[in-house]
């Protein structure tokens, strides 16, 4: 049974750090792709970041330059490096597995994701 397991999640300054992980069982991580996705209450869940096999990326616009994607097929662990947090990045953040291949850069809508994480919360204060 595949299962993801998010963790590093926690409570921030603005301009703080914090890194996330995503633990995989049940399979290999090192196949199609995964990413991050974040929701915060009354909001519809956003794609933050993907990684696919080849370790191509792709971010969305309002992370760029702050947040980082990695994944490490050895320990079957997917990253989140998340720096200069700011207030809007508060959600809970959850990791994804999408068994589709073919995209030029890895996807960022949640509806090509298969499997999901129950997910981490993230919180920054001003």
């Known amino acids: 049974q595949v299962q993801l397991m998010e963790s590093g999640g926690g409570s921030v300054q603005a301009g703080g750090s914090l890194r996330l992980s995503c633990a995989t069982s049940g399979y290999t991580s090192s196949g199609g792709y995964m990413g991050w996705f974040r929701q915060a209450p009354g909001k519809e869940r956003e794609g933050v970041a993907g990684i696919g096999r080849d370790g191509s990326t792709s971010y969305a616009d309002s992370v760029k330059g702050r947040l980082t994607i990695s994944r490490d097929n050895e320990k079957r662990t997917l990253y989140l490096h998340m720096n200069n947090l700011k207030p809007d990045d508060t959600a809970m953040y959850y990791c994804?597995?999408?068994?589709?291949?073919?995209?030029?850069?890895?996807?960022?809508?949640?509806?090509?994701?298969?499997?999901w994480g129950q997910g981490t919360q993230v919180t920054v204060s001003s």
């Open positions: 994804a597995r999408a068994q589709l291949t073919g995209y030029l850069t890895p996807p960022l809508q949640s509806s090509q994701y298969d499997t």
